[in-house]
């Protein structure tokens, strides 16, 4: 389970991954809930991209990049939510040191591509509104494919370098991680190596990765809203607003819940809190996007109904 260091110090091959306690007569009720969780948000996602595929009149690029967007909510999911169910189930708290490395490259990787993803989005029902007469020639099919493959791309450049520095550092205990996955942070706290560095690019990384997703969805639905504000009729400005509210719903709980968790103060008596809100944003928003974009959205509620009539 372990091996002697170069500085006869023991270094651990495995932690303990806490999630949300011991408590035996939980783990069932709480395996059931996320297994119904991630069952739905398999099935949702995946019915959403087979229906992009396959229906011609959503072969848009909202509906491009909502494709792409749920194909990543689908592997999102995939990286988090099967190791619970183990741990739920069998009680295996132990994962080893590589294994939660690859969780969080994967988590990582996933999670600056969603800000990206979302940037795009933002951008693309910024032109929607705000430039309708020029939309066709600004978003045009392979516009489409660079900012989507820009967005991939970003979010496995990124990571790789937090990976890289991540991956110098060696763990000789204690090995409890007080969390359900594979953070940054927590794991970070655990090392005997010299951290500073790692923290800093990292601090560096998550600055000029996440920083512009944020502030420029941020910008065009303020353009977006001075926009329909300035339409007469009150018929165009609900209708305008239902091309972007779906949008907007997923960027608010998105960043929200990511802001409370990586800008609250790291202390223990805000850790169950920090859990909460990591749940939001790790299980419930892959859940949540297929649904809201499914229940308040009239072109894929069509698709869906002609889907069914086949």
């Known amino acids: 389970m372990a091996k002697k260091g170069t500085e006869n110090q023991t270094v651990m091959q495995e932690f303990l991954l806490l999630g949300f306690g011991d408590q035996s007569e939980t783990q069932i009720v709480l ?51 099967p190791r619970m169910l183990v741990t739920f189930f ?22 600056g591509t969603e800000c990206y993803l979302l940037t795009a989005m933002s951008y693309d029902r910024y032109l929607a509104v705000c430039r309708p007469l020029h939309y066709g020639s600004l978003m045009n099919c392979r516009i489409c494919l660079q900012l989507a493959a820009g967005s991939w791309f970003s979010g496995f450049l990124a990571n790789n370098i937090v990976i890289y520095f991540i991956s110098q550092l060696f763990f000789c205990g204690p090995n409890e991680i007080d969390h359900f996955f594979c953070d940054f942070t927590p794991m970070v706290k655990l090392s005997c190596s010299d951290t500073h560095m790692t923290e800093v690019v990292t601090s560096i990384m998550a600055a000029v990765f996440t920083l512009p997703p944020f502030l420029l969805p941020l910008l065009s639905y303020v353009c977006i809203v001075v926009t329909i504000l300035r339409i007469p009729s009150t018929t165009g400005r609900r209708k305008a607003f239902s091309t972007c509210s779906s949008h907007l719903t997923v960027v608010t709980i998105f960043y929200g ?4 968790v990586y800008m609250l103060p790291k202390n223990n008596t805000l850790s169950a809190l920090n859990k909460v809100f990591s749940v939001f944003y790790t299980v419930l928003t892959p859940l949540a996007n297929p649904l809201i974009y499914s229940l308040r959205n009239k072109e894929v509620k069509g698709a869906m109904k002609k889907c069914a009539a086949r």
């Open 31 to 81: 395996f059931l809930l996320f297994l119904t969780i991630y069952i739905v948000t398999l099935i949702g996602n995946l019915s959403i991209i087979a229906l992009v595929i396959t229906d011609r009149h959503l072969h848009t690029p909202m509906y491009f990049f909502l494709g792409n967007l749920s194909c990543l909510e689908f592997f999102y999911s995939s990286t988090i939510l």
């Open 257 to 260: 819940t990511v802001m409370a």
């Open 90 to 111: 069998a009680g295996g708290k132990a994962i080893s040191v590589n294994e939660c490395i690859v969780q969080y490259y994967f988590f990582g990787f996933l999670l």
